[in-house]
């Protein structure tokens, strides 16, 4: 049981390039997140997944687009990228069986994007 | 809407003694509430919640948190701290504000704990 992994764990991306981060996770868990981590800011949410084929815009979805084809993957992706999107990218899982759950998002370890 | 302040962007403490990393919260309805842990180039790890019920939770690694309604803190402690808390510690809690899982995360307290 690996629960979330990442890949890549760094980029680094030219102005204009695109990418995507890969998420995975083997809890099947129906919840997952992305959110991206900026010094002093905590965590900011993305977009999150309550199943496959359905997603929903987080606080900052611009510049990002995501899709859920199984439950196990994740994947974000950065079209044109800018330096304002230069952070570190968190994937997280949970699994609930209402809208109203509390429980754990498990995280993974992280990708550390850098856009020069 | 729902938040979490951390007031405090450090907090340093030597081996041994008692350690208490802040957190208020300011929700609608009942708060639910969370304590992460991140360690250096790590994702975050999951310490503890509140829910429902005592007002002292216990979590891993010998933390526990006492939610306080009245003060509106929910205040993480652990009574010997260690060299190897040493960490990022987030507060967090649940935006009930669509009904599902999402979580709005404070600043951060950086718990620095020396030998």
């Known amino acids: 049981n690996a629960g979330v992994t990442q890949t890549p764990k760094f980029r680094i991306l030219k102005i204009g390039q695109s990418m995507t981060l890969q998420c995975t996770q083997d809890m099947n868990h129906n919840y997952m997140y992305w959110y991206r981590q900026d010094p002093g800011m905590g965590l900011k949410l993305i977009y999150y997944?309550?199943?496959?084929?359905?997603?929903d815009k987080g606080e900052v979805p611009n510049g990002y687009n995501v899709s859920r084809s199984t439950t196990e993957d994740f994947p974000l992706r950065l079209e044109l990228a800018a330096p304002s999107q230069t952070s570190v990218y968190f994937c997280a899982s949970s699994y609930s069986i209402d809208p109203g759950g509390t429980d754990t998002q498990y995280f993974g370890p992280g990708t550390r994007l850098t856009v020069l | 809407a729902q938040s979490v302040a951390q007031p405090e962007d450090q907090v340093n403490v030597a081996e041994g003694n008692p350690l208490t990393v802040k957190c208020t919260y300011s929700v609608s309805g009942n708060p639910y509430l969370f304590w992460y842990v991140q360690y250096p180039n790590r994702g975050l790890q999951f310490l503890l919640k509140y829910i429902t019920g005592d007002n002292l939770v216990k979590g891993s690694y010998g933390f526990e948190a006492e939610f306080n309604k009245s003060q509106t803190s929910f205040h993480l402690k652990k009574p010997s701290a260690l060299v190897s808390d040493s960490a990022l510690y987030f507060c967090a809690v649940r935006d009930t504000k669509t009904g599902f899982q999402k979580l709005v995360f404070g600043t951060g307290t950086r718990l620095l704990v020396s030998p």
């Open positions: 997944s309550v199943g496959a084929g359905i997603t």
